[in-house]
């Protein structure tokens, strides 16, 4: 199972992400936990200074734009 983290404030931007990742995750069919992070604490503690960020398994993928629906498939597809 993936686990799935958006890290942003609530702008519109973080929230744009958190969809297109729930609906890329479920058009691949794979087993995911997402998770919304908006404390600015927690979110410095992933070393990011901009968001949007995502988190795939504890690791920063992105951060400071809200990557493409393709981008966001290949992030979810690798191992």
């Given at each position: 199972?993936?686990?799935?983290?958006?890290?942003?404030?609530?702008?519109?931007?973080?929230?744009?992400l958190y969809d297109n990742v729930n609906k890329?995750?479920?058009?691949?069919?794979?087993?995911?936990?997402?998770?919304?992070?908006?404390?600015?604490?927690?979110?410095?503690?992933?070393?990011?200074?901009?968001?949007?960020?995502?988190?795939?398994?504890?690791?920063?993928?992105?951060?400071?734009?809200?990557?493409?629906?393709?981008?966001?498939?290949?992030?979810?597809?690798?191992?």
């Amino acid at each position: 199972m993936k686990s799935i983290k958006v890290l942003g404030t609530g702008c519109a931007k973080c929230d744009l992400l958190y969809d297109n990742v729930n609906k890329v995750a479920d058009s691949l069919g794979i087993e995911y936990e997402l998770d919304k992070v908006s404390d600015i604490n927690d979110i410095i503690g992933f070393g990011v200074m901009m968001t949007p960020a995502l988190v795939i398994d504890g690791i920063v993928k992105v951060s400071g734009k809200v990557p493409k629906e393709e981008e966001i498939k290949d992030l979810l597809q690798q191992k």
